[in-house]
């Protein structure tokens, strides 16, 4: 589907956009709140500032996309591929990311608070300065992630846990090393 089609079609309240392709799409500051992206290949699509309040990305691929600024407040993103993504100064309060893939994600000065993130894979991911006022943690894995001035208050987030996980030295993934980068050649994994 053309970007186009797809923003006639929700313009005509036409919201179910499963499974479709808009790999590489540029959808900056687009309106597609409440639609649904569920299994969507938005890989490197270029979503920054757009509405995404209430839209359904349940097993979507965003990987390398740009979220930048975006509004995903109570968004559904259940098992998402986020590898690589930008999803800094988003706003992901209230949103499920339970099981979501968020290796090597930017997701400096993001609102995660009241966010989901049961058993969510944060390794490598940047959470410096993130706000994760009482999100659910419970299972994420924190490896090499970087916590640095983020707002866990309220948050089911151990500090032992956070410190183990967090500031242990070596690679936990043969991707991730322990500073949040991705490899030299700057691709994440697929």
């Given at each position: 589907?053309?970007?186009?089609?797809?923003?006639?079609?929700?313009?005509?309240?036409?919201?179910?956009?499963?499974?479709?392709?808009?790999?590489?799409?540029?959808?900056?500051?687009?309106?597609?709140?409440?639609?649904?992206?569920?299994?969507?290949?938005?890989?490197?699509?270029?979503?920054?500032?757009?509405?995404?309040?209430?839209?359904?990305?349940?097993?979507?691929?965003?990987?390398?996309?740009?979220?930048?600024?975006?509004?995903?407040?109570?968004?559904?993103?259940?098992e998402v591929n986020l590898?690589?993504?930008?999803?800094?100064?988003?706003?992901?309060?209230?949103?499920?990311?339970?099981?979501?893939?968020?290796?090597?994600?930017?997701?400096?000065?993001?609102?995660?608070?009241?966010?989901?993130?049961?058993?969510?894979?944060?390794?490598?991911?940047?959470?410096?300065?993130?706000?994760?006022r009482n999100a659910t943690?419970?299972?994420?894995?924190?490896?090499?992630?970087?916590?640095?001035?983020?707002?866990?208050?309220?948050?089911?987030?151990?500090?032992?846990?956070?410190?183990?996980?967090?500031?242990?030295?070596?690679?936990?993934?043969?991707?991730?090393?322990?500073?949040?980068?991705?490899?030299?050649?700057?691709?994440?994994?697929?």
């Amino acid at each position: 589907m053309k970007t186009q089609d797809l923003l006639n079609h929700y313009a005509a309240r036409e919201w179910d956009f499963r499974e479709v392709n808009l790999a590489e799409a540029v959808l900056s500051g687009v309106n597609l709140s409440r639609a649904d992206l569920s299994r969507a290949d938005l890989s490197r699509a270029d979503l920054s500032h757009a509405e995404l309040s209430g839209t359904s990305l349940h097993q979507a691929n965003l990987t390398n996309a740009d979220l930048s600024g975006a509004d995903l407040t109570g968004a559904n993103l259940t098992e998402v591929n986020l590898i690589g993504a930008d999803l800094s100064g988003a706003n992901l309060s209230g949103a499920d990311l339970s099981k979501a893939d968020l290796r090597c994600a930017n997701l400096h000065h993001a609102n995660l608070s009241d966010a989901n993130l049961t058993d969510a894979e944060l390794s490598g991911a940047d959470l410096s300065g993130a706000s994760l006022r009482n999100a659910t943690v419970k299972g994420a894995t924190l490896i090499g992630a970087d916590l640095i001035g983020a707002d866990l208050t309220g948050s089911d987030v151990i500090e032992t846990e956070v410190n183990r996980e967090a500031t242990s030295s070596g690679v936990s993934h043969k991707w991730v090393t322990w500073n949040g980068s991705c490899p030299t050649n700057g691709s994440c994994p697929t």
